[in-house]
């Protein structure tokens, strides 16, 4: 079935914009990003999109439709009726760059922060054993695609640019269970305890498990109940042990 859509898709740039309105032909078993290119291909050449896969695994055409957080190559026209408008706006956590593209160097920076994998001592690559209970737990993690709506969607940075120094967001916090998860990371050997790390510097405290994030993940990864709160209660736990109090108690003599 081929019928026209009535679309409001945000233009503007860093000083503002507004949404503007397009009527547009839509195909059977079209996603949005391809009304967002038949939209550049013949009425609106020079709105901006980013995208590379068409096939929700670069995680570029991230964006919100109908103020959710989702991937433009991902959501199929036919979650809409017909008689539905479709408004597509840029992820609203981030600074816009142009139209529908916005600056997500944030998360890049808080990438950053995370210290590596640290390899045990004494084992060469191809000597690791792990129990494949922790090769799964680590999988479903690195299914992540870096599309940063979860970053997008969370609460604690959508309207708070003032938290963004001290939180990290869901998909760094994850990557920090996941290191610290991981039964042959040696990081706690070099003096760094990742989960004292994830509580100061990463601002675990601040995620009061909405689970806003896991709902918008499309790899559907169980970001809330898989990393993040087993990561709390791991921080808490190591709060919270009396033979860790005591030695605090001990050392601080
Ligand atoms: Fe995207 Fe999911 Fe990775 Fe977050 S965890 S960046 S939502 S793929
Ligand atoms: Fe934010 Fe996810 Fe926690 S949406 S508050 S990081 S559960
Ligand atoms: Fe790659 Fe949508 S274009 S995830």
Redesign the pocket.
């Known amino acids: 079935m081929t019928y026209t859509a009535h679309f409001k898709v945000w233009r503007g740039d860093a000083d503002g914009g507004d949404l503007n309105d397009y009527q547009v032909e839509v195909n059977e078993g079209e996603v949005v990003l391809d009304i967002i290119h038949r939209l550049q291909a013949t009425q609106a050449s020079d709105l901006a999109v980013r995208w590379n896969c068409k096939a929700g695994k670069c ?1 570029s055409c ?1 964006a919100e439709i109908n103020g959710r957080p989702s991937l433009l190559c991902m959501t199929r026209m036919s979650v809409f009726t017909a008689d539905e408008t479709v408004t597509v706006t840029p992820m609203r956590a981030f600074p816009v760059i142009r139209d529908l593209v916005t600056d997500v160097s944030f998360n890049y920076a808080k990438a950053r922060e995370v210290p590596a994998f640290v390899p045990p001592a004494g084992l060469k690559p191809g000597e690791y054993r792990m129990q494949q209970q922790d090769v799964e737990r680590s999988q479903e ?1 690195r ?9 997008d969607t969370c609460h604690v940075v959508r309207d708070h640019e003032e938290n963004k120094i001290a939180f990290s967001g ?2 760094f916090l ?1 990557r920090i269970a996941e290191l610290d998860m991981h039964p042959l990371d040696a990081a706690a050997e070099e003096g760094l305890d990742r989960k004292v790390s994830a509580q100061d510097d990463h601002g675990l405290g601040y995620c009061n498990i909405t689970k806003c ?1 896991t709902e ?4 559907h ?1 169980k ?1 809330t109940d898989n990393a993040l709160i087993p990561l709390k209660e791991r921080a808490v736990d190591r709060k919270y042990d009396p033979l860790v109090w005591l030695g605090n108690k001990i050392l601080r003599r």
């Open positions: 995680g991230s993690f299914k992540c695609i870096e599309c940063f709506l979860c970053q869901p998909r994850m994030c918008v993940c499309p790899e990864i970001i």
